[in-house]
Antibody, heavy 117, light 108 residues
Framework: EVQFLESGGGLVQPGGSLRLTCTAS????????MSWVRQALGKGLEWVSD???????YYADSVKGRFTISRDNSRNVLYLQMNSLRVEDTSVYFC???????????WGQGMTVTVSS | SYVLTQPPSVSVAPGETARITCGGN??????VHWYQQKPGQAPVLVMY???DRPSGIPERFSGSNSGNTATLTISRVDAGDEADYYC???????????FGGGTKLTVL
């Protein structure tokens, strides 16, 4: 079964840091691009970051310079290091298997990140 | 940056056809993907590459894309189709995924 196990969400103060982890199983992680997408309560989907098979990274302007996406192909794990967190980063964060042509065909269940003092 | 525009809401009676549009400048030149999201759940891909259905998605779902508008069409709508729907493209100018604002489909 294709699935993700997500961890790392929680409550953090403004200016703090968190690292989200997404462990993949059931598909060939090493040949899949991966994405992070977030959704604030009651709002729409917002793309956060992508990492290609070769490790090329892409970021939304709203997180550029603060968030870092990475992957460990030996462990089938995707990461999102989030620094200098702001109240407006409060959202449910999803990881997803991603393709420019085929879209995001597998999603994690989502984890909540709350930035509040 | 590239903008995708969706109607906030669409309402249809059971058994009727729902059409959800996604507008963007020359969107017909891009590959459009569509997602269905029910409350408290992760999004589900229901259409990719404009008009291809992932396995497990009913044939009632179809897609088209031309000019400045992409459309997700759901035939013979039933209560189980009630959800938020999002369109998405990859914007090569900014190297970024772009989502539409989402459309809430209500089955009357």
């Amino acid at each position: 079964e294709v699935q993700f196990l997500e961890s790392g969400g929680g409550l953090v103060q403004p200016g703090g840091s968190l690292r989200l982890t997404c462990t993949a199983s059931g598909f060939t992680f090493t040949t899949s691009a991966m994405s992070w997408v977030r959704q604030a309560l009651g709002k729409g989907l917002e793309w956060v970051s992508d990492i290609s098979v070769s490790g090329t990274t892409y970021y939304a302007d709203s997180v550029k310079g603060r968030f870092t996406i990475s992957r460990d192909n030996s462990r089938n794990v995707l990461y999102l290091q989030m620094n200098s967190l702001r109240v407006e980063d409060t959202s449910v964060y999803f990881c997803a298997k991603s393709s420019r042509v085929a879209g995001m065909d597998v999603w994690g269940q989502g984890m909540t990140v709350t930035v509040s003092s | 940056s590239y903008v995708l525009t969706q109607p906030p809401s669409v309402s249809v009676a059971p058994g009727e056809t729902a059409r959800i549009t996604c507008g963007g400048n020359n969107i017909g030149s891009k590959s459009v993907h569509w997602y269905q999201q029910k409350p408290g759940q992760a999004p589900v891909l229901v259409m990719y590459y404009d008009s291809d259905r992932p396995s497990g998605i009913p044939e009632r779902f179809s897609g088209s894309n031309s000019g400045n508008t992409a459309t997700l069409t759901i035939s013979r709508v039933d209560a189980g189709d009630e959800a938020d729907y999002y369109c998405q493209v990859w914007d090569t100018s900014s190297d970024a995924w772009v989502f539409g604002g989402g459309t809430k489909l209500t089955v009357l």
